[in-house]
Nanobody, 127 residues
Framework: EVQLVESGGGSVQAGGSVTLSCALS????????MAWFRQGPGKERDGVAA???????AYAASVKGRFTISNDNVKNTLTLQMNNLQPEDAALYYC??????????????????????WGQGTQVTVS
């Protein structure tokens, strides 16, 4: 059974930084795209950043230059470094994975429906 477990959320002041982690287990596919999504109160779940098994990454325009996604293939851990956080970044952040997607552009185009596996989310609050 594939499991994704997020951690690292919390409260931060505007302009501050937070690092989120996602531990992946039970994943047996050779290739992947892993991604971070976020969902604010009353809003849709939108993509933030993604990375594939070849190291290609893609970002939403709203976070490019402030957020960095990375993956440790040895530890099976996905990380999202978030800098210069703003109140509009406050949301429940989800980790997702899928074995059949590919990244062809640095502009994030994936939607919630594209991903097969999901974590439970971790809250980020910005004041």
């Amino acid at each position: 059974e594939v499991q994704l477990v997020e951690s690292g959320g919390g409260s931060v002041q505007a302009g501050g930084s937070v690092t989120l982690s996602c531990a992946l287990s039970g994943y047996t596919h050779r290739r992947y795209v892993m991604a971070w999504f976020r969902q604010g109160p009353g809003k849709e779940r939108d993509g933030v950043a993604a990375i594939d098994s070849d190291g290609r990454s893609a970002y939403a325009a709203s976070v490019k230059g402030r957020f960095t996604i990375s993956n440790d293939n040895v530890k099976n851990t996905l990380t999202l470094q978030m800098n210069n956080l703003q109140p509009e970044d406050a949301a429940l952040y989800y980790c997702a994975a899928d074995p059949f997607l590919r990244i062809y552009s640095d502009r994030l185009v994936f939607t919630r429906a594209d991903f097969q596996y999901w974590g439970q989310g971790t809250q980020v609050t910005v004041s």
